[in-house]
């Protein structure tokens, strides 16, 4: 309760989100804020400043959303030094360290003539990523992760994701089901 009232004041010059240069901005300041004091503070402005966010959720050390129309679930945890465009994260759902979740796969359009076009062409998609996943270190997800799904680290996701598989590399293909991998492990016997 207390980090609501302290980040009250950064939430409200932010327009609890609606602009956009303020809202990065002091999700940039946030995510500098070490230990669990910044965990605190990073949670509850984004309490206050996304589309929605359970306070029951983790944002670590060097992470910040740069779109406030992202959504996270209750109890995600989302790893240090991470950049989440506009997203929409599950319940429990796990994100490792250093993982990127871009605003869709076709951020930037080019002119007839070939000629990357201004910030000002961009179009944002949502990306989703569905509850109970597993986001390994370093992934790049550009496109949606059904439930239950665990993408591998390193693994750039290119396309939408089916529930419940493992998915690894570049670009990510599914290794197998999720169902298939939790048969294989031996049971324990009693004696």
């Known amino acids: 309760m207390t980090s609501l ?10 327009g609890f989100g609606r602009f956009a240069r303020s809202f990065q901005f002091f999700a940039q300041l946030f995510a500098m804020i070490p230990g669990l004091p910044g965990d605190y503070l990073r949670v509850a402005y984004y309490v206050l400043t996304l589309s ?23 109890g995600v945890y989302i790893g240090a030094y991470c950049i989440l465009g506009s997203c929409n ?8 360290s250093h993982v990127q979740i871009l605003s869709g796969g076709h951020q930037h359009s080019r002119a007839a003539n070939g ?26 997800v550009m496109a949606d992760v059904g439930p239950r799904t665990t993408v591998g680290a390193g693994a750039v996701v290119t396309r939408p994701m089916p529930t419940g598989v493992v998915a690894v590399g570049n670009p990510a293909r599914i290794l197998e089901c999720a169902s298939q991998e939790i048969a294989r492990k031996p049971t324990a016997v009693n004696s």
Do not use: H, Y
Request: hydrophobic fraction near 45%.
């Open 115 to 140: 000629r990357i076009l201004g910030a000002n062409e961009t179009k944002f998609t949502p990306v989703t990523i569905g509850e109970d996943c597993w986001i390994g270190a370093s992934a790049i």
């Open 5 to 14: 009232l302290v980040v009250c004041p950064f939430a409200l010059f932010s």
């Open 52 to 74: 929605r966010c359970a306070l029951a959720s983790r944002v670590s050390f060097g992470s910040f959303f740069a779109q406030s129309s992202s959504t996270v679930g209750g």
């Open 89 to 96: 994260i599950g319940d429990r759902t796990q994100i490792a």
